[in-house]
Every structure is written in C-alpha cells, then in structure tokens.
C-alpha cells in the first residue's frame, strides 16, 4: 500500500530524467516505477523520445514498446518507432498465419484460403510502410508468404524485390 502510495506522489517528468542517471540502481528504480504507473507515464515518456540524453531516449522508447498493446493509436502516430514496432509486429502476426495456413504447400482447404484472403486484405490495410519490412523477410523463413504479400503493393521496392526473387537460381523453394 505504501509503494503505491509513493508512487502515485512521483512526478513521471522526473522519473525520466532518472532514467539518465549515472547510477544503475536509480534507473533501475525509474523504470520500475514508470512502468507502475501505467498511462499516467505515458506524455512523460513521450517528452523522453526527444530528449538530450540517448539513454533516456532509449529507456523511454523501450518502456513504451513494452506497452505498445495499451498505447492509444494518436501516441503510435506521433512516433515513428512506435509505428515501425506495431507495424512490424503486426505483420509478423499475418505473415505467421499464411505461413501455418497451408496456402503455399497445396493444402489449400476453403478454410485456409478465407483465412488467407483475410490476411492478405489486413496486409493490404498496413499500406506501403509494410514495404520494407516484407523486403527484409524475403532473406527469412517465411519468404514465401512475404513475396505474395509483397506482390499486393504497387510499389517500385516491392516490384524490383520480387524481380530480384525470381531471377534467383536456383528459384525460390519453400521446404515445410
């Protein structure tokens, strides 16, 4: 009861700026507390992404990253971070779901391709952002569903990756 109490009294401002102290401990303490007191940190953490100090900046931006469930969609927008996480996050969550769904091994059930014609719609819905992302995971695990998904952008990165993909020797074999 106590800790809630002193914590409830602590100035979040303040508690940013602990997190560029020169002792471990103190940050330590911040970032306990920050985290404690949940939305009411969030503005304080947000002013910490601009700061002077590179450690503040970093501490503040993973302490909003920890959170990024709860963060309202105006706090993503103002913090090109943030969007780039929830982004990448996001798309991560579908290009998993085409991966587990059979669509690229033959298994294609009517089950399967609804739910895969419904990510590929949320895909569409992440915009060009995705873009680079989907690039990057051409060299992954999962690049067969990245260079389908990728194939839904009219975008010049997506068409000269996926020209760079089939131009491949040997081309593109998907092994599940």
């Known amino acids: 009861m106590w800790l809630a109490l002193?914590?409830?009294?602590?100035?979040?401002?303040?508690?940013?700026?602990?997190?560029?102290?020169?002792?471990?401990?103190?940050?330590?303490?911040?970032v306990s507390a920050l985290r404690r007191m949940g939305d009411r940190a969030v503005p304080a953490l947000e002013d910490g992404l601009r700061h002077a100090d590179a450690e503040v900046r970093a501490q503040s931006l993973d302490l909003l990253l920890s959170r990024l469930e709860g963060l309202a969609p105006a706090v993503i927008a103002r913090h090109a971070a943030l969007r780039e996480a929830k982004l990448a996050r996001d798309l991560a969550g579908i290009l998993a779901r085409l991966d587990a769904g059979g669509c690229w091994t033959g298994s294609k059930t009517r089950e399967a391709l609804l739910e895969a014609s419904a990510d590929m719609r949320s895909m569409r819905a992440l915009g060009a952002e995705a873009v680079p992302l989907l690039v990057r995971e051409l060299d992954g695990r999962r690049a067969w569903p990245a260079a389908m998904a990728l194939g839904l952008f009219d975008d010049a990165r997506a068409t000269a990756a996926l020209e760079r993909l089939s131009a491949e020797d040997p081309p593109l074999v998907v092994n599940h």
């Open 6 to 30: 002193v914590i409830a009294l602590q100035d979040p401002a303040a508690l940013v700026e602990r997190l560029g102290d020169d002792s471990i401990d103190a940050r330590d303490e911040a």
